[in-house]
């Protein structure tokens, strides 16, 4: 099994096919807009409230390059202070290492269930269907990820998983499934959210009370002193972390911080980028076992699953830098329209658009760098300051390469693209063109403007006329009204004399 | 001042009045205004298409023929912003050390209009004149990659007889996005969906931007639904005068 086969949902159409879909659900584009809205406007109020936001962006930014820069100094490190504190770590460089790892873990322990805290590595290795496989059931006990879960579904955003799901949608879930799983909902549970969340709090506490193993993963850990640390809203990690016997963390190698003093900057970025609050209700940190407090054992597994293959690309490595606080999410405006799902992938939006490709490989995420229109908002949100625009281009330009290197004959864009790179080579041809679109359009032109275009075209003219170009150009205007000293033909001469 | 104007390929073929509007606006504000004829493309189409490669030519040609002018004026912020941000990436990767250094002469002295005007020429009010109702939509690669922030604007306001209207989820992008209109047409259309509602709830009878791209598309969106709302460039309403009925 390869990184591919988690990360990436196979059988899911490419981004734009699945897009399309997405677009046509009401529903879905109504629930997301009303989300991705509240959120971002809270996001921008409470991050105002803070004189120094950016200089902790940059903070942030600069601890994480360079943490990357020696990621196997730092992992190293971490190894040696969780296993001083009465942790033991795993070292995983796939997800079906991981998932053997952990599944080991949890047969050792004789118990057939688990509790889970929300964690995107998870999601990324398929840990739920690799532990069923085993004949063990995971529970999520996150509330969003519950609604998933329950609804046989998948998430659509990495904080909010079920932000796709109205609150009506949800009573029929619980309704339909909760029974299936443990403690069932209430007959005459209304769609009020604050019934909602007390039917999913009975459910919940039988699981905790019960539970002997739990799985997490982190968000940050710390080199110096082996503290791995959880941030979350609802209580539910809280006490996943703290009632059962064996806790196993699942963390990408990515999230280890140098010193514990770090956490400093990232415990006020995260919970302002993420939720729009000034500090999330619930930060868990713990270093190894403690003697009556907590879980007895404790297991640390550190998934590698293409982070080194990223951390090798100069450009592309800085994806790792991410926090997972999804506010390039609740931004960008092709997520607002699609959705989580239409990326096909555990990350979406546009740090999936970004990660996704390179931890499974450019091959199988080929439409996900194409999948933006490159307007910025998200590298404005980032609080690590990912320069998302700048990975996306850097890899399209990787799918394309990939793309010549498969095939024999070129694709009729390369094929258009290289059409175009020689009319823009050369001004004599493209004032040739100019002057022959201008003659061609006209034909096809009424009332000055173009309807029905051809070929690809068509997706273009299908809602949107076109002006028919110029019957005369700049660059022809120019020769013709202005006097030859002022075309600037001789201006690199000229302007080197000059300067 | 000796000013360069690169038109752009696409504002050259189907929007030279721009050019013209450009041309006028800087003349009567003094300024000698050259069209270096060697001029084609800033290669953003390939360059954010990945096909970076072939990029490199183009990269090429702007710093040799726009090297050693006063200042380097595109009526477009995403063009700009191409020379800006990616000329230096394009001749780190392809070229030689004698293009790296043309183009790190070159891009210090580009400026989108509004920039030209009011950083380097140090004007808002150009003595421009236009009696409309109008709405600014400040376009993504003029907004986040340029930093023009509330330039254009302030020039705008400076307009005589101008009634500037605020436009909802301005900074929202339009989607246009080049080649994405095209790769991820079904989203290009729902997001240029709601920029037109926008556009409609100000009652503004033009809609303006520094970039004749996305205002392509949101005008092409806009007369397909016949709301007869226009589409202007800000350089043609800043050369609109007393003269000029629209």
Redesign the interface.
């Known amino acids: 099994m390869s990184a591919a086969d988690n990360v990436v949902w196979l059988g899911t159409p490419a981004f734009p096919e699945a897009a399309r879909a997405a677009l046509a659900d009401t529903r879905l584009r109504a629930n997301l807009r009303r989300a991705t809205g509240t959120i971002r406007d809270k996001r921008l109020a409470v991050a105002a409230e803070l004189e120094d936001w950016e200089e902790l962006r940059e903070a942030a930014a600069t601890i994480k390059r360079r943490t990357l820069r020696h990621l196997d100094h730092h992992l190293l490190r971490l190894e040696k202070a969780v296993t001083a504190a009465g942790g033991v770590v795993h070292w995983a460089s796939d997800a079906a290492d991981a998932n053997r790892i952990v599944t080991a873990l949890v047969k050792a322990t004789g118990e057939d269930e688990v509790v889970k805290v929300k964690s995107m590595a998870t999601q990324e290795i398929g840990l739920n269907e690799a532990l069923a496989d085993a004949g063990i059931r995971a529970y999520e006990t996150d509330l969003a990820e519950l609604i998933v879960q329950l609804g046989g579904d998948r998430p659509s955003h990495i904080l909010v998983p079920a932000i796709h799901r109205g609150r009506s949608e949800i009573r029929e879930i619980f309704r339909r499934e909760m029974g299936e799983w443990g403690r069932p909902a209430p007959e005459d549970l209304s769609d009020e959210p604050r019934d909602l969340a007390e039917a999913a709090r009975l459910h919940l506490r039988e699981k905790f009370l019960r539970a002997k193993v739990a799985v997490s993963g982190a968000n940050f850990a710390a080199a110096d002193t082996g503290t791995v640390a959880v941030v979350e809203s609802e209580g539910n990690g809280r006490m996943c972390l703290t009632l059962p016997e064996t806790l196993i963390t699942v963390m990408g190698i990515e999230k280890v911080l140098p010193a514990f003093a770090d956490l400093d900057v990232f415990l006020q970025l995260l919970p302002r980028s993420s939720t729009g609050e000034r500090m999330n209700p619930y930060t868990s940190l713990w270093t190894g076992v403690t003697e009556g407090d907590g879980p007895r054992n404790f297991h640390l597994v550190l998934l590698d699953n293409g982070r080194t293959a990223t951390l090798a690309d100069e450009v592309g490595r800085q994806a790792l830098a991410c926090i997972r606080c999804s506010a390039c999410l609740n931004v960008c405006p092709v997520y607002e329209r699609t959705g989580g799902h239409a990326y096909g992938s555990v990350y979406p939006g546009p740090i999936g658009a970004v990660l996704t490709p390179q931890l499974a490989g450019i091959e199988n995420a080929a439409s996900l760098p194409f999948a933006s229109t490159l307007c910025g908002a998200c590298y404005d949100a980032c609080p690590v300051k990912i320069n998302i625009p700048e990975v996306l281009v850097h890899l399209r330009a990787e799918a394309v390469e990939a793309k010549r290197r498969d095939r024999l004959l070129p694709t009729s864009e390369a094929l258009a693209m290289k059409a175009a790179g020689a009319v823009l080579g050369s001004p004599r041809r493209l004032a040739t063109v100019q002057r022959l679109a201008a003659t061609g359009a006209r034909l096809l032109a009424r009332d000055g403007l173009i309807g029905a275009l051809p070929g690809p075209f068509a997706r273009w003219s299908g809602t949107r006329d076109t002006p028919v170009p110029a019957r005369e150009s700049l660059r022809a205007w120019w020769r013709r009204t202005r006097p030859a000293g002022s075309e600037g033909r001789s201006t690199t001469a000229e302007g080197k004399g000059r300067r | 001042m000796r000013i360069?104007l690169f038109?752009t390929?696409f504002?050259?073929?189907?929007?030279?009045?721009t050019?013209?509007a450009v041309t006028e606006l800087l003349e009567r504000l003094g300024h000698?205004?050259?069209?270096?004829?060697?001029?084609?493309?800033c290669?953003q189409?390939?360059?954010?298409?990945?096909?970076?490669p072939?990029t490199l030519?183009?990269v090429r040609?702007f710093a040799?023929?726009?090297?050693?002018?006063d200042a380097v004026v595109a009526p477009s912020g995403s063009c700009a912003g191409m020379v800006r941000d990616?000329h230096r990436v394009v001749a780190a990767q392809y070229g030689d050390a004698a293009l790296a250094e043309a183009v790190e002469?070159v891009v210090p002295t580009v400026y989108e209009l509004s920039e030209l005007l009011v950083d380097v020429l140090g004007v808002t009010d150009v003595g421009a004149y236009f009696p409309h109702r109008v709405t600014y939509h400040p376009t993504?690669?003029s907004?986040?990659?340029l930093r023009v922030g509330d330039r254009p604007l302030s020039l705008l306001r400076a307009v005589k007889g101008i009634d500037l209207v605020e436009l909802p989820a301005a900074?929202?992008?339009c989607?246009?996005?080049?080649?994405?209109?095209?790769?991820?047409?079904?989203?290009?259309?729902?997001?240029?969906a709601d920029k037109m509602r926008h556009v409609q709830d100000t009652g503004a009878e033009f809609l303006c931007a520094g970039d004749n791209s996305c205002l392509?598309?949101i005008?092409?969106?806009l007369?397909?639904l016949r709301t007869g709302v226009g589409t202007m460039h800000l350089a043609e309403i800043l050369a609109s005068t007393e003269g000029d009925v629209r």
Do not use: W
Request: some cysteine.
């Open positions: 360069a038109i390929c504002n050259d073929t189907m929007f030279p009045r050019g013209r000698t205004v050259e069209f270096p004829q060697g001029q084609t493309c290669g189409m390939h360059f954010n298409t990945g096909y970076r072939e030519p183009m040609r040799e023929v726009f090297a050693g002018y990616h002469h993504c690669h907004l986040r990659m900074e929202s992008c989607g246009f996005g080049g080649t994405f209109a095209l790769k991820n047409a079904d989203v290009s259309n729902a997001m240029l392509t598309h005008g092409g969106g007369s397909r």
